[in-house]
Nanobody, 132 residues
Framework: VQLVESGGGLVQRGGSLRLTCVAS????????IGWFRQAPGKEIMGISE??????????????SYVDSVKGRFALSRDDAKKTAYLTMNNLQVEDTAIYFC????????????????????WGQGTQVTVSS
């Protein structure tokens, strides 16, 4: 599975962005999807430094969010388009990071967000910068 994220950019505090993760190569609906972020300066430390913030479990569509984004971020998927979306509202400076999507054949999806190295495939990341 190949994953490509897009939608990142520079936004003012309180603004919104929608990140997109497009997949190719395998049956998308067979995978749970996770969104992760990595703080600036930690890129070279690899997957273990990525923090899982949200995920959606295959089949059930059940979603999970960490407390820091709950109520502000929403994850959805469109299996026909092989696409996942992360809608981010009321962005704060501390949300500044590189955002990654990943997939894995796990139930529940929180297996990935708790142990990022367990994910099967990763995208290349998209930068989100929130200015004050």
């Amino acid at each position: 599975v190949q994953l490509v994220e897009s939608g990142g950019g520079l936004v003012q505090r309180g603004g919104s962005l929608r990140l997109t993760c497009v997949a190719s190569g395998d049956t998308f609906e067979d995978y749970s999807i996770g969104w992760f972020r990595q703080a600036p300066g930690k890129e070279i430390m690899g997957i273990s430094e990525r923090v899982g913030i949200s995920c959606i479990t295959r089949g059930t569509g059940s979603t999970s969010y960490v407390d820091s984004v709950k109520g502000r971020f929403a994850l959805s998927r469109d299996d026909a388009k092989k696409t996942a979306y992360l809608t981010m509202n009321n962005l704060q400076v501390e949300d500044t990071a590189i955002y990654f999507c990943a997939v894995g054949k796990f139930e529940p999806c929180t297996v990935m967000t708790r142990w990022p190295t367990a994910a099967n495939f990763w995208g290349q990341g998209t930068q989100v910068t929130v200015s004050s």
